[in-house]
């Protein structure tokens, strides 16, 4: 039995939670510890079992370590924001414990998205004899696995890779983002990047769409984005020939989006007012809906999926790995939309990876280096089926 620390009261967090307590054969205790003590209240009241909840602040890594050392966790769950992977990290190593998480480091001031930083733990944790696992959501997350499952049972070769991405869900207000305000707009904002033949290739932010058929949903227009999983799977997918990412997104979003570059308000730099220094992308944070609080009135799904194309046996092959997932179904089962599901199920079917000995090799890995069977079967029992076509 093991205890697990979850840092993070937000949309993710509560899934993450949630989905502990339905495994309380592995987890005997969670405690939810984020900034502010009243989110996780709000999630404590809400579970079935009963569980700790404490107030931290994640940047802090030594009052972290002495957190996750007095509560007797064996491993931190991060569900906070990309700027505190770091620090998380550095507390797990500093108090012996695994990690999790969905999202690669970010610095507040340079929008980047890459791994150089938490790769160069590997050795830290390799030494220690705990294992960091990074990007363990779905996107990045599961649609590693399904690439490692691609690669070990479909083909010989893996040539050529796309995610495709589509919330076809609904959440009745005029604009807001699935996931927190800041990461998302950073996100969609960056310059497109897309691997091929050895090398990054950049396009101007949004600039290249296509339509795919979704699974389960139909055809949509999706446009080419970075997203972090293609950097690790250009490096631990073999003789991979071209990786690419694409999200749909709705012509009224992208309406919003235009506006709100254009008036300056995605900047993630300090303007001046009045006397201040004020970020107008946190600004916009503040001013945007919690994203947990979409959960309510969201209907419609979700559909991830790798398209992936390769050979076996000398002959040329195409599958799709895919999941669709129901906004309303999760609200009903967990009090969250489809995106803060699809996130943190993966993240504890990786945490029963590491506490029952699957995935159990110190280090820091991405999703697609570990064994995707158990993982697979875990994250569908939890309630994210995938399927093969
Ligand atoms: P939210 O903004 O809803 O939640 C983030 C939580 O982290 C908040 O409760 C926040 O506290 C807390 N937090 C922030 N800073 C600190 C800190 N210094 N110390 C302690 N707690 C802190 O975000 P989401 O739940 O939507 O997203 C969580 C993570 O999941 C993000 O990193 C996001 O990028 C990732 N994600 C990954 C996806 C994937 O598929 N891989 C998809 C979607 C999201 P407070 O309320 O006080 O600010």
């Keep these: 039995m093991a205890k697990a620390l979850v840092v993070g009261a937000g949309a993710v967090g509560n899934v993450v939670v949630h989905k502990l307590i339905q495994r309380s054969n592995i987890f005997d205790g969670v405690l939810l510890a984020s900034r502010t003590i009243e989110k996780c209240e709000r999630i404590a009241a809400r579970v079935s079992e009963s569980i700790e909840i404490a107030q931290v602040d994640a940047d802090d890594a030594p009052k972290l370590a002495r957190l996750i050392r007095e509560s007797h966790s064996q491993l931190v769950i991060n569900a906070a924001l990309p700027y505190q992977d770091l620090s998380i990290m550095e507390a797990c190593l500093d108090a012996g414990v ?17 791994y150089r930083l938490q790769w160069g733990y590997h050795d830290a944790f390799h030494v220690r004899g705990i294992t960091a696992v990074l990007g363990c959501g779905f996107d990045p997350g599961m649609t590693n696995a399904y690439c490692a499952y691609a690669q070990k049972h479909l083909f010989d070769r893996i040539d050529t890779v796309d995610i495709i991405d589509c919330n076809d869900g609904s959440h009745g207000r005029p604009f807001a983002t699935n996931f927190n305000p800041e990461v998302n707009i950073r996100e969609v904002t960056a310059p497109g990047r897309y691997y091929e033949d050895g090398e990054w290739h950049v396009t101007k932010p949004l600039s290249q769409s296509a339509l795919f058929d979704f699974p389960g949903v139909g055809v949509r227009r999706a446009y080419l984005m970075y997203h972090e999983e293609l950097e690790s799977l250009a490096r631990f997918l073999p003789g991979v020939r071209r990786l690419r990412f694409w999200m749909t997104f709705s012509d009224r979003y992208l309406t919003y989006l235009n506006v709100l570059q254009d008036l300056g308000l995605t900047r993630i730099d300090p303007v001046d007012y009045d006397g201040h220094p004020v970020v107008p992308l946190k600004l916009l944070k503040q001013l945007l809906p919690d994203p947990a609080s979409l959960a309510e009135a969201y209907t419609g799904r979700t559909s991830i999926a790798c398209l992936i194309r390769g050979v076996r046996g000398g002959v040329e092959r195409e599958h799709i790995l895919y ?67």
């Design 98 to 114: 695994h990690y999790i998480d969905t999202a690669n480091y970010e610095t507040p001031e340079v929008a980047r998205f890459e």
């Design 323 to 389: 999941n669709n997932c129901d906004h309303a179904a999760c609200y009903k089962e967990v009090g969250s939309q489809a995106i803060s599901y699809t996130t943190g199920v993966p993240a504890v079917a990786g945490a029963v990876m590491l506490m029952t000995g699957k995935w159990a090799q110190p280090g820091v890995f991405n999703v697609e280096q570990l064994d995707p069977d158990p993982f697979l079967l875990e994250a569908s029992n939890l309630g994210l089926p995938w399927y093969l076509a």
